[in-house]
């Protein structure tokens, strides 16, 4: 179900128009505003996807070991040149 009819509101305001009732399957799967009381509760977060485990709490960075970080990363990395190979001069190894 829908905020508003799309046949009947101006173009400009198509753009506005938001779900309020989402039904798959015969289950309500999404509600908003006077339907969000029928919406079911959000699973938890899956902690196994986050970028965490293969970055590290890069979260808890300080602003200047995230701009060096950014800075690095940004320049140009492995050349595959036939050499082994010694690291991209990001300061991680």
């Not at 938890?44 to 986050?50: I, M, R």
């Amino acid at each position: 179900m829908l905020s508003a009819d799309y046949f009947s509101v101006p173009v400009e305001s198509i753009k506005d128009i938001e779900s309020v009732l989402t039904v798959a399957g015969g289950k309500v799967v999404h509600g908003a505003g006077q339907f969000s009381r029928l919406s079911p509760p959000l699973p938890p977060v899956a902690q196994d996807w986050l970028p965490v485990r293969e970055y590290g709490e890069y979260y808890k960075r300080t602003v200047a070991e995230a701009q060096n970080l950014a800075r690095a990363m940004s320049q140009p990395g492995l050349i595959a040149d036939g050499r082994d190979w010694e690291g991209c001069g990001c300061g991680m190894l």
